[in-house]
């Protein structure tokens, strides 16, 4: 568990901004994915990334972008398009893909001003 | 796509007995069913975790079992404690990609 993190803990947004939301392993895991965790609706895949470079739109991608430079790290921007970004944010990582455990992150809450 | 459905949402046992959580899926081509614990402002951490290829597995007081033809799997606590109060999470996923999550239960032990 302790082999991925996420900052900040908090994040405020104001109307129109970006923000973005960190996520470091140091788990030499291939595979990380976002999650957003609503109240009463589990988790719901944001992105996900296979390998460096590459990353799929999940089921709820509008409204956020991801980039995937480094192994070690997949930040997650919240855009001015997402209308309903108040939410729990969980980034996790796995060895290869799907079929492995996923290791969670602690997770981020975003509160909108 | 792979849809999970997870029952119940909520649910409120005795110390002591024994707590079953079902969920089904759509896609035949799943083939590894983990499960999630998650404690009260805490993140999800495996509990167990079933592959298509057998239709049982135990972890002490924990069990998941597998139905293939009926595309249904259970998450089995018994003696419960306490402690096994959090909300569980099941998944499917045929391998190649992404992972499906079931709405959540939330576990209720009553001391």
């Known amino acids: 568990d302790g082999g991925i993190t996420q900052s900040p803990k908090y994040l405020f947004r104001k109307e129109g901004q970006n923000v973005t939301l960190s996520c470091e392993q140091n788990l030499n895991h291939d595979a990380m994915y976002w999650y957003r965790q609503d109240p009463g609706q589990g988790l719901r895949l944001i992105y996900y990334s296979q390998i460096v470079n590459d990353f799929q739109k999940g089921d709820i991608a509008e409204g956020y972008s991801v980039s995937r430079e480094k192994k070690e790290s997949f930040p997650l921007t919240v855009t001015s398009a997402q209308k309903n970004p108040t939410a729990f944010y969980l980034c996790a990582s796995s060895i290869q893909g799907a079929k492995e455990t996923q290791y969670f992150g602690p997770g981020t809450r975003l509160l909108v001003l | ?111």
Request: include cysteine.
């Open chain 2, 1 to 111: 796509g792979e849809n999970v459905e997870q029952h119940p949402s909520t649910l409120s046992v005795q110390e002591g007995d024994s707590a079953v959580i079902k969920c089904t899926y759509s896609d035949s081509a799943s083939n590894y069913f983990p499960w999630y614990k998650q404690e009260l402002g805490k993140r999800p951490q495996l509990i167990i975790d079933i592959r298509s290829n057998v239709g049982e597995k135990k972890d002490q007081r924990i069990a998941v079992t597998l139905n293939k033809t009926a595309k249904h799997f259970s998450l089995h606590i018994t003696e419960t404690q306490p402690e096994d109060s959090a909300v569980y999470f099941c998944a499917a996923t045929d391998g190649y990609q992404k992972v499906t999550f079931g709405i959540g239960t939330k576990l209720q032990v009553i001391p």
